[in-house]
């Protein structure tokens, strides 16, 4: 099946510091990709949705200026979490459905954020 | 999308099958039932998908009832890696955005 990658797997960085996360699909182009942020022991959560060539689309209650959302080419995907608090320590998860008539979502492996 | 129902929790014995339900009363005709699941600290992973028939793959076996109001996910010799967390989704083919429910915890104990 298809492949969504993510970078880093784990991230630990102290609190004020902007912290980029990269979601790549490895084997087909993906005009949008999908952000969902998930707490200890809590579902997902989708944040945003990103597309290639225009801005994303944030959903309620998710600050556009403290997470920026960059879809630079039909395979890469990047979250910012812009002067990162404790508060933000989650784990980030992307997904993207291929462009391809399959009918699955693929999502990454995940990145841990500690924000110390 | 509809929204789904899903028991927070269950047990199953390892080899034995492990019968997952899920509730969407309120399914419009053109949406499918996805099942993911989610193993600690990964990313969720598809299993199955199913509009009214009957569905099985590799790794298990959607059960659809004929009113589509309800569905069983199958995992037919559970295994310790099946131990997960599942998430029953409702929406449309080729839709966008998945919302996650809170899930069903498998435990699948030795």
């Known amino acids: 099946g298809a492949v969504v990658s993510q970078h880093p797997s784990r991230v630990i960085c102290k609190s004020g510091t902007s912290v980029k996360i990269e979601c790549r699909s490895l084997?087909?182009?993906?005009?949008?990709m999908f952000w969902y942020r998930q707490f200890p022991k809590q579902s997902l959560m989708l944040m945003a949705t990103?597309?290639?060539?225009?801005?994303?689309?944030?959903e309620q209650g998710v600050e556009k200026d403290k997470f920026l959302i960059n879809h630079a080419s039909l395979t890469l995907s990047t979250l910012t979490v812009t002067s990162a608090h404790p508060e933000d320590s989650s784990f980030y998860i992307c997904?993207?459905?291929?462009?391809?008539?399959?009918?699955?979502?693929?999502f990454g492996p995940g990145t841990r954020l500690l924000v110390l | 999308d509809a929204k789904t129902t899903q028991p927070p929790s269950m047990d199953c014995a390892e080899g034995r099958a492990a019968n997952l339900p899920c509730n969407h009363s309120?399914?419009?005709?053109?949406?499918?039932v996805y099942w993911y699941r989610q193993i600690h600290s990964q990313g969720p992973q598809y299993i199955i998908h199913?509009?009214?028939n009957n569905e099985t793959n590799e790794m298990a076996s959607l059960i659809i009832t004929e009113d589509r109001k309800s569905s069983t996910l199958i995992l037919p010799h559970a295994t310790l890696r099946d131990t997960a967390v599942y998430y029953c989704?409702?929406?449309?083919?080729?839709?966008?955005?998945?919302?996650f429910g809170a899930g069903t915890i498998l435990r699948v104990k030795s």
């Open positions: 997904s993207a459905p291929p462009t391809a008539p399959q009918e699955t979502q693929y």
């Open positions: 084997d087909f182009q993906a005009t949008t």
């Open positions: 990103s597309n290639e060539g225009s801005k994303a689309t944030y």
């Open positions: 309120t399914i419009s005709g053109n949406e499918y």
């Open positions: 199913g509009l009214k």
């Open positions: 989704i409702v929406r449309t083919k080729g839709g966008n955005k998945l919302v």
